[in-house]
């Protein structure tokens, strides 16, 4: 979960595993990145 997620997307943020101590950056975006608009099931 990240606050106001919605009005980051595109931002660039740094990951933190500290079971695995490690970082990442990631880029914000929508929950759904896989196909949002359903295009594939048309083809």
Do not use: I, Q, Y
């Amino acid at each position: 979960m990240l606050s106001n997620g919605p009005e980051r997307h595109g931002e660039v943020v740094k990951v933190c595993d500290p079971l695995r101590n490690t970082e990442m950056l990631a880029e914000v975006c929508g929950p759904c990145f896989v196909d949002p608009e359903g295009g594939r099931l048309r083809v």
